[in-house]
């Protein structure tokens, strides 16, 4: 996509899908797909049964192949990929990390391929999908909260795996605030007007404060062990996994099998537009893996963070200027992104490390693991994010970095 931006003189998020309503959501996402696809619809709306029953691979199997042709506009390719990608990670680990397929079938394969290019996303669950365009409200006029949200399609997990999509929606919801003060500080930085950018900058903050509070409510909607012994799998790719080292073959598509990672935090355009914009730096090793993450967001919204990287410094802006209110509101923003990447911390030490821990244990002891949920974890991803990486050396790294972006004190 090239950059667009209709006046240069000024920054706007119109060119991106992005709103000052709804941020990188997708505006009141559709529920129902056209009535030529109600056999995919019929699969998706039950998958967390049929994985129950071992059925969802049979389920499939027996689908009908549908032509993409019926799907007319933006949101009804959205709604399909995200059918189409909720059906594939359950037919991958219905049996978890010990009967994986080798192959997706082609009545799936070449229709998630087909919407999958057509949109510029991965075939496979993102959180473009399961997050940005999963969300409904029972309340069309009601609020972003929990009691008035439901997810379109689930996977297996409950309340939990409810709670873990719909909690991660409102750190997106909490972030609109910011992502609409964004192009506020490009244009002041380029204007050179110290008092908008000051603003500007205490606004992100704020927003960046309600991101952490909205992530606290992980603690609250979503159970450790479910997320880690019954959730997780199904959020894992086919790329750096050793349950599947050979990635998936896409029947129909191409022969060879293809390598795609899992749905990951670092794939919410958010915390990129935040590191780009406040001047964030990371090394060689985390920086190639959050650009990879960046093949999986809607090209739209890639276009944004990489729109931002090219605008002239803020970071350079605030020191040039000798203004304590500017650079006040620079700090207070790296120091609430900083916080916000410490609390990123002590939720996946909670929700991955100590379940992690305690089921070796209990495989040392060879205790009898049966009733315990967080044994069905996949042994394969004890150490790894979904997305593939090492996930706690990942976000400490990060975290680090985000503290190289203060101004240091001169004399």
């Known amino acids: 996509m090239a950059s667009a931006e209709s006046n240069p003189k000024t920054f706007s998020l119109e060119p991106y899908q ?33 994985v129950e029953s071992h059925e969802l691979r049979s389920q499939i199997n027996k689908m009908p192949m549908l032509s993409c042709d019926f799907l007319q506009n933006e949101k009804e390719l959205r709604l399909a ?15 978890g990390e010990k009967d994986t397929v080798e192959k997706l079938p082609c009545n799936l394969a070449v229709p998630f391929w087909k919407v999958s290019q057509s949109l510029g996303l991965p075939p496979i669950l993102t959180h ?21 949200l439901e997810l379109l399609i689930s996977l297996p997990g409950g309340d939990s795996v409810r709670g873990f999509f719909l909690v991660t929606l409102l750190v997106e919801v909490a972030a609109v605030p910011a ?28 927003a960046i404060q309600d991101m952490t509070d909205a992530l606290k409510l992980m603690h609250v909607y979503v159970e450790p062990s479910v997320f880690y012994g019954i959730i997780r799998i199904f959020l894992s790719g086919w790329k750096d996994n050793p349950s599947m080292p050979k990635g998936l073959i896409y029947e129909g598509v191409q022969k060879e099998p293809m390598e795609y990672s899992g749905g990951s935090a670092a794939q919410s ?24 993450m960046r093949d999986y967001m809607p090209p739209a919204h890639k276009q ?31 120091s609430k992104l900083l916080a916000l990447r410490n609390y990123h911390i002590t939720v996946v030490s909670r929700f991955i490390t100590v379940p992690a821990a305690r089921t070796r244990q209990l ?40 503290k190289d972006a203060f101004i240091p004190e001169t004399s």
């Open 363 to 402: 495989r040392k002891q060879s205790q009898d693991l049966e009733d315990e949920t967080i044994a069905k974890a996949p042994i394969a991803l004890e150490e790894r994010g979904t997305g593939g990486s090492g996930i706690m050396n990942f976000l400490k790294t990060v975290r680090d970095h985000t």
């Open 81 to 95: 990929h995200l059918v189409l990608s909720m059906m594939t990670m359950g037919y991958v680990w219905q049996e």
């Open 304 to 334: 944004l963070i990489q729109d931002i990287s090219h605008q002239p410094s803020l970071k350079s802006f605030v020191q040039q200027h000798n203004c304590e209110p500017l650079k006040q509101a620079y700090h207070l923003c790296v």
């Open 269 to 292: 355009s958010l915390l990129h537009c935040f590191d780009e914009l406040l001047g964030i730096k990371h090394e060689e090793s985390s920086s190639s893996f959050l650009n990879r």
């Open 18 to 50: 992005v709103s000052e309503d709804f941020g990188f959501l997708l505006k009141e996402p559709l529920q129902e797909l056209p009535p030529h696809y109600k056999p995919w619809m019929d699969i998706a709306l039950h998958i967390p049964e049929l």
């Open 179 to 206: 992502i609409k003060n964004i192009p506020v500080v490009i244009n002041g930085v380029r204007c050179g007007d110290t008092n908008a950018v000051a603003r500007a900058l205490e606004n992100i903050s704020q």
């Open 128 to 148: 473009a999908d399961g997050v940005l365009a999963n969300w409904s409200k029972k309340d069309p006029e009601g609020p972003f909260s929990i009691e008035n």
